[in-house]
């Protein structure tokens, strides 16, 4: 891993006058290019040949002879031949010379090589490197690894396929799709078997991912992804802040939930059983009589971070979670850096995130303005690294 010390370090040579915020062009890479521009940034995004036309073409950012961006929000796109060529020495050394801040998407984790993000990538990450991999359910300390540490409720594991007693997600990548979901639900094991034996012959799932897949109590409720944010260099207010709040829409799960139930019997073997691929997002808020609950989750998570990982958890991080009849919060999923959710955010802002800040406050925004804190007050080295 590379040392903190190394990156404040290399932020020194920066002009703060100048710095620039770069990520990774999908994802929420929208959002954090929004906020960078209400927050008087420029911005920098890396796209990958054949997915650059949103970042270079529609929202390629157009300025006045002032300066001031009158459309748009990307200023700068660089066309990659692949994600991860944005470690390569070439475009390190281009966003040192722009003053480059990198904001982490799980793009850039997933398609970027964790080593090289660790070891290899010499430039001021916005955020917590040594968190990132705790995203991979395989990683020894992964998530699930930190949730139980901060004795957080987390659905029930099921050892083995055999152990299944109710109702039961399956968790394990998409075959095809790289870094979508291959995800199942099963109430037995002989469904469980029913259902992989169909989708292993449908080519959705592997073996090899269906042998290492992790099998969860399902939870019977809705899902809330709370987009949270945690500033260490908060000093009148909260550290922690609720930004926003997020659910999914799942293909082709969401479009079996609109199929009456005489209809779903009449689908075809190929279209009974759904996927989970996440395809978009919408907000959503919470009764404010759970929202103790939730932030009192959000605290433990944070100390556990600090606790296990220092410096802990910095800036924006999500904790998905899926909430049952007794109004009990399970926490199913983490992530450590901005969400994928928080696009809903974009230029309106959120009613927490607003409420708190009074004004429109998007999770992009509120990353940018706190580099915009640190740079008015000298501490961006206790933001990065």
């Known amino acids: 891993m590379i040392e903190r010390e190394d990156i404040v370090q290399v ?13 990774i062009g999908s994802h929420s890479a929208l959002d954090v290019c929004d906020g960078a521009i209400e927050e008087g940034f420029r911005t920098l995004v890396f796209c990958e040949k054949g997915r650059e036309a949103p970042y270079g073409r529609y929202f390629r950012a157009v300025r006045d002879k002032d300066g001031r961006a009158v459309r748009g929000t990307v200023d700068e796109a660089i066309v990659l031949g692949k994600f991860g060529e944005v470690v390569s020495p070439k475009f390190q050394e281009h966003l040192r010379s722009v003053s ?10 997933s398609y970027v090589d964790l080593d090289a993000i660790e070891d290899d990538f010499r430039i001021p990450i916005f955020g917590s490197r040594n968190l990132l991999r705790t995203e991979e359910r395989e990683f020894e300390k992964s998530f699930y690894w930190i949730l139980e540490k901060a004795k957080l409720p987390t659905p029930e594991k099921f050892e083995q396929a055999r152990d299944i007693d109710g109702l039961a997600i399956v968790k394990l990548p998409h075959k095809v799709k790289k870094l979508e979901r291959g995800f199942f639900t099963a109430a037995s094991y002989p469904e469980f078997r029913e259902k992989s034996q169909a989708l292993l012959k449908q080519g959705v799932i592997s073996e090899k991912d269906l042998k290492d897949a992790r099998i969860e109590r399902y939870i019977i409720g809705p899902i809330f992804n709370f987009d949270f944010f945690y500033s260490p260099i908060e000093d009148d207010g909260e550290k922690l802040e609720l930004l926003g709040i997020d659910w999914r829409f799942e293909t082709s799960l969401d479009g079996h939930v609109r199929l009456p139930a005489e209809q779903q019997r009449t689908l075809n073997d190929a279209q009974r059983i759904p996927e989970y691929v996440v395809v978009g997002h919408n907000a959503a808020t919470l009764r404010e009589s759970s929202l103790n609950d939730v932030f009192a989750i959000a605290e433990r998570y944070v100390k556990a971070t600090q606790q296990h990982f220092p410096p802990g958890i910095i800036g924006p991080f999500t904790l998905q979670t899926a909430v049952d009849k007794d109004l009990q919060f399970w926490v199913y999923d983490v992530s450590p850096r901005i969400g994928g959710g928080t696009n809903v955010h974009m230029s309106l802002g959120h009613p927490y995130g607003n409420s708190l800040w009074r004004r429109p406050m998007s999770t992009g925004r509120r990353i940018a303005m706190e580099i915009r804190r640190g740079i008015d007050t000298g501490r961006l080295g206790e933001l990065v690294t």
């Open 11 to 23: 932020l020194e040579g920066y002009d703060p006058s100048k710095i620039r915020i770069a990520t």
């Open 100 to 109: 480059g801040v990198f904001i982490p998407n799980r793009s850039f984790t």
